[in-house]
């Protein structure tokens, strides 16, 4: 996956929104109503549960001014971030 690009996240399916390991990321929800849910885990496994996500509104912006590791200080090591939605979504998605 680029580093910046528009992405696709399928209802009902946890969507990893990076394809390599990243310490910050920014996402901004671009659907026109539906909230996104975002999960860090450690490497390629996608989470189980919905616990500890962070949701995120329509037109609403998480900034990448806070390290993964920030966000998520209990899970030592996260370098990847994932997107759940209820229904189809699309983020925009800028990493390095």
């Known amino acids: 996956m680029p580093s910046n690009a528009d992405l696709s996240i399928p209802a009902l ?3 990893q ?3 390599n390991d ?3 990321i ?3 929800n671009i659907s026109s109503g539906a909230m996104i849910l975002l999960k860090a885990t ?3 496994t996608a989470p ?3 616990d500890g996500a962070i949701p995120l509104a329509a037109g609403s912006t ?3 001014d806070l390290t993964i590791a920030q966000v998520w200080p209990g ?3 996260a370098n990847r971030i994932w997107a759940f939605s209820q229904d189809a979504s699309r983020a925009s998605v800028s990493h390095a």
Do not use: E, P
């Open 13 to 15: 399916t946890w969507t």
């Open 17 to 19: 929104l990076t394809t």
């Open 22 to 24: 990243i310490g910050a």
């Open 26 to 28: 920014r996402v901004t």
């Open 42 to 44: 450690v490497g390629i």
């Open 48 to 50: 189980t549960d919905r």
């Open 62 to 64: 998480w900034a990448a």
């Open 75 to 77: 899970i030592s090591g």
